[in-house]
């Protein structure tokens, strides 16, 4: 149990207090902490605090972490005394936790706290309470409330094989290379990604599917023989056990990736001899076999005995190969996990470099990353209207590929990937590069060097995400705020109320045509939507001058009805000028009117530089961090740091991390 504020976790912050001498005007006995989780708590909630100010909230950046909704008692109360830290003990009523929720200092949120309100007055008074009393009394009472509640690391569940891991890896176990998890029930999006725990149900339809799956995979296994080698011997003939249970231990070591147990192979022997019979050959046999291995929670789970587990290497080869190549392990991790090699740092350190720079099979694992971070599904997938005519599926499609291509060159030529946002450069098609007013290139993905007045730099200048944010007719600049928010930032963006009306009115009513951010007015004067409106809508504001495929545009082009002998259509248009003045709230010196001047900010900025730590480990552990992670991110954001921000880096941290020893 931890939370954090200013950037220190609670126990850094109990130290810090006990360490230092009595405030001279604070020796008054503990505040109540039951009185701030029962009378003081209820009053943030109710002014939805916690939807911004949390580890991921758009507030995330500021000195105010809520814990969560489900905390237990003893965590809201340790947080309740903690916020001592946003007290003015010299004149409590000046206090940071009273001034902001009740916008006597500015606040990005607005009044949350109604000023002269009884609920002002409950917080007012713990503010008075937290003001009165000693550091000495406030860290004790701290510290007997996480004795009491006590630290706890998040607890793992069983992992299932993603669509993309179970294709690679029938792929490389069977040689198979159709793809059958392409016409799977699609995967969700849950917390970015696809791979996330909670989203890893087995609805009967997805089980169903696995086994007619298994059936397929098998038959086509054997159906002109054991062309991939599947079976380790000749045999004698379809009684032969000897080669029978080498089979059964050499694929299902495989399959399971790990050894059988004797009482498994027994009963896969059963499984085999159930197709004896007159004409039944031995393949008949192993192909039973492998359809219920592949049906097998052993075959489609990540199912481990943990480090203390007689299986241990078997168990540390299988998740190297899954995080860093995404599929199962090769023979040379089977045989380091044999040898006992991958239960020392110093072998896990040799076979993670090994993995690390096979350059095919990390980028098949990156690039179900990076397309998921960035959302690839949403260009490929994008509609246009009839005004975007050069908007193609092929285009989509090289959009995409255009992205991939650039981040493959940061990470596997150990570049600095905070480029990934600065790149004066990227990798085009003639199609792109008239889409992007450059000179096309020679080649197919060639790099291009854009003008040194371009305001175009790295994905943001991309049409993956220019595209991918804008709906079939006109740019959102709220969809682009809340990319860089969650996507770049880490930042969770609550939805809309119930009921809020989201369709922008007419440009042509109501008097001289509208550009976009004047129709959008209604975001930041409702104080419904204001307070998170102005943290998404400002910076969708910046990039306006790019239209709904990425296109550079100077002016806004409004289309006008015409009447004709056909009635009303669309054929005129008015041209406005567009207010491109952006910024992130929350970021100091965060002004910026274009692609390169944002990439230049984020790049900078520690928040955007963590989040790429935070979303490859939400990736690889197929979970949100928690509190109690903080220490193992903050570990591996500073040897991401200290390397220059090479990918590569990051992905040894996280295999040196302790989550990736911990038993799932």
Known sequence: ?????????????????????????????????VFFQTQVMPVFEAAKCSGCHTSSGVASATRLHFPDKDAPAAEVQAFGLSLAALVDRSNPSQSLILAKPTNTIRHTGGVRIKPGSPEEQLVSKWAASLASTSDVVLAAVTKKLLESEGESAPKQLVRRLTHA?????VRDLLGDYSRPAERFPPEDYVDGFKNQLTGQGMPPLLVETYSTSAEKLALNAFRIGDVNGLIPCKPASFSDAKCRDAFIRRFGLRAFRRPLSDDEVKRYSAVFAQQAGVGKRFNDGARVVVEAMLQSPNFLFHVEAGLDGRYADYDIASRLSYLLWNTMPDEALFEAAAKGELSTPAGRERAARRLIENVPKGRQALDQFFEEWLRFDRVVNAVKSGRYREFTPELALAMAEETRTMLHHLVWNDRNFMESLTADYSFLTSELAEIYGVPAPKDQFEMVKFPSDSQRAGILGQGTFLASTAGPTDTSPTARGIFIRERLLCQHVPPPPPGVITTLPDPLTDGPAKGRRQLMVEHVENATCASCHRLMDPIGFGLENFDAIGVWREKESIPLPTTGEEGPRRGRSVQLPIDTQGEIAGIPSSTFSDAKQLGNILAESAVCQKCIVRQMFRYSYGRLETAADEPTIDRIFNQFKESGYRFKTLLRGLVESPEFLRRY
């Open 165 to 169: 891991q179970y294709d690679n890896t």
């Open 1 to 33: 149990m931890t939370f954090r504020i200013a950037g220190l976790s609670l126990a850094a912050i109990l130290i810090g207090l006990l360490v230092t001498a009595p405030h001279p005007q604070a020796q008054g006995a503990a505040p109540d902490p």
